[in-house]
T-cell receptor, first 113, second 120 residues
Framework: KQEVTQIPAALSVPEGENLVLNCSFTDSAIYNLQWFRQDPGKGLTSLLLIQSSQREQTSGRLNASLDKSSGRSTLYIAASQPGDSATYLCAVQGTYNFNKFYFGSGTKLNVKP | GAVVSQHPSWVICKSGTSVKIECRSLDFQATTMFWYRQFPKQSLMLMAT?????????EQGVEKDKFLINHASLTLSTLTVTSAHPEDSSFYIC????????????????FGPGTRLLVL
């Protein structure tokens, strides 16, 4: 069974810092990996999606990498801003069941002004 | 972009009552919708896959008689929590797959804003 782990569970940084969020998964047979943002009491906003054949994706200040063989992904946030404060979730979509997303428990980020 | 809505956004009910949550795809057709549950400080867990015009597929450990799912049209799925108890209090999120967004298996899933349920 696929298990997704995110480290750290919480992170507090001053504004302007670059930071890295980590995600690991136990089964490398994934179709894709996706990073989401969740604001308190809200649904999910997709940030970046990396297909299994890709190594990284970039969108603005965000860069996500994928090392499928080692079961790891990182989300890099450059020049963090208070508006980046949220919980970041990673999820993998399995090769054998496209319906199922396996989510990590998230990293709660607080960017202090 | 594609939008998925949920109604209500939050609900408080007494123990023993039933609660219905709606999930709608607003500008696309979704033959498949998904229902997730998220307990505080935990991750989202898939409860069931809702297929238009057929029975839902439930994940292991999810009681199908307690969580009734109906997907009567290409834009609406409902989740009814029957005889709700305090332990059912949670954040319920649906997602919908846009069948026209890509080849099979690569369709984009859009998530709703969630419904917070509190059972007293």
């Amino acid at each position: 069974k696929q298990e997704v782990t995110q480290i750290p569970a919480a992170l507090s940084v001053p504004e302007g810092e670059n930071l890295v969020l980590n995600c690991s998964f136990t089964d490398s047979a994934i179709y894709n990996l996706q990073w989401f943002r969740q604001d308190p009491g809200k649904g999910l906003t997709s940030l970046l999606l990396i297909q299994s054949s890709q190594r990284e994706q970039t969108s603005g200040r965000l860069n996500a990498s994928l090392d499928k063989s080692s079961g790891r992904s990182t989300l890099y946030i450059a020049a963090s801003q208070p508006g980046d404060s949220a919980t970041y979730l990673c999820a993998v979509q399995g090769t054998y069941n496209f319906n199922k997303f396996y989510f990590g428990s998230g990293t709660k980020l607080n960017v202090k002004p | 972009g594609a939008v998925v809505s949920q109604h209500p956004s939050w609900v408080i009910c007494k123990s023993g009552t039933s609660v219905k949550i709606e999930c709608r795809s607003l500008d696309f057709q979704a033959t498949t919708m998904f229902w997730y549950r998220q307990f505080p400080k935990q991750s989202l867990m898939l409860m069931a896959t809702s297929n238009e015009g057929s029975k839902a597929t439930y994940e292991q450990g999810v009681e199908k008689d307690k969580f009734l799912i109906n997907h009567a049209s290409l834009t609406l799925s409902t989740l009814t929590v029957t005889s709700a108890h305090p332990e059912d209090s949670s954040f319920y999120i649906c997602s919908a797959r846009d069948r026209t967004s890509g080849p099979e298996g690569q369709e984009t899933q859009y998530f709703g804003p969630g419904t917070r349920l509190l059972v007293l």
